[in-house]
């Protein structure tokens, strides 16, 4: 990914591909109507100018549009690990056991990963397929199940916040004060990672999948200090709240086809 720009409800991310391709992607609720806009060319168009990282890509005198807008949907996490009745001998790996919110960009990794496990167990007991299926099973029962309650965890805090944005605006971060028992969205966890280094140590280890995802968990404390004295998450300058994206939208006139 080259880049991404979130707001309160919607995010912009340029994904770099061959030849000098890219693509410029606005994430929203899918059952945000207000945005379905975005997907006409005009609409689109007008939207990804009011964005620094989108006016940038898109300024003419630097790229040229080679399609038009397309819409990606279904793209959910999902954990489906193999029937036991499965015959042995049979293995399943990568997409079709596990996928992961694309935004993490954490699927190639699992993908190989899980390929490297199943690898593994043939070489170290070459004539027994059953241990083979034990291996890979713990394996993903274990780490690859930890990173997609991770990605699920994320999205679903990060949703409920931007389900707040559409509705009117509801606090993202729970009440602090006094000691709450909620624990803090990791989204936010993951946002503070701007204003302190060793969140943004954690924070890189956890995008990275250098830690396991749990460890996250360990600057929870930090966070919560850091929000006791007045921080909060916020939008980078030059990304427009979703109101200010609505009213772009909505002044646009796209012609009758
Ligand atoms: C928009 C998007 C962005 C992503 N960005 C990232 C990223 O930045 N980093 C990252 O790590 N991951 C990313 N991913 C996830 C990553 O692409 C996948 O997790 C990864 O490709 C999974 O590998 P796989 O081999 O399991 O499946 P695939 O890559 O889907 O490979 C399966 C192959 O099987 C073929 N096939 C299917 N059915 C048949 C059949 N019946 N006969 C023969 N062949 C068949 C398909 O054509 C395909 O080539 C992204 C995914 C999406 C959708």
Excluded: K
Excluded at 23 to 28: D, E, N, P, S
Excluded at 73 to 82: A, I, K, V
Excluded at 112 to 138: F, K, S
């Amino acid at each position: 990914m080259v880049g991404v720009e979130e707001a309160d409800g919607y995010a912009l991310l340029v994904f770099p591909h061959d030849a000098g391709t890219f693509t410029v992607a606005f994430v929203h609720l899918p059952g945000d109507r207000a945005l379905a806009g975005l997907r006409r060319v005009p609409v689109f168009e007008s939207a990804a100018r009011i964005m620094s990282l989108g006016a940038a890509w898109t300024d003419p005198n630097f790229a040229e549009p080679i399609s038009g807008v397309t819409v990606m949907s279904g793209l959910r996490n999902m954990f489906r690990p193999l029937d036991p009745a499965v015959p042995v001998g049979l293995h399943a790996l990568g997409d079709t056991v596990c996928t992961t919110n694309p935004h993490f960009g954490r699927g190639s990794s699992l993908a190989v990963t899980h390929a490297l496990r199943l690898v593994q167990a043939v070489a170290e007991d070459p004539g027994d397929p059953a241990a083979w299926r034990d291996r890979v099973d713990a394996w993903v029962r274990g780490e690859l199940r930890s990173w997609f309650d991770d990605a699920r965890q994320l999205d679903r805090a990060r949703a409920a916040a931007w389900w707040a944005a559409v509705d009117g605006g509801a606090q993202a971060i729970p009440s602090m004060s006094p000691p709450s028992p909620a624990s803090l969205p990791r989204f936010v966890l993951l946002a503070a990672a701007g204003v302190d280094p060793t969140v943004a140590t954690a924070a890189l280890r956890h995008m990275q999948m250098t830690d396991p995802p749990e460890a996250l968990d360990a600057v929870e404390p930090r966070v919560t200090d850091l929000i006791t004295q007045g921080w909060r998450p916020s939008r980078s300058p030059g990304v427009p709240t979703r109101a200010e994206l609505v009213e772009t939208i909505s002044a646009v006139s796209v012609p009758v086809r």
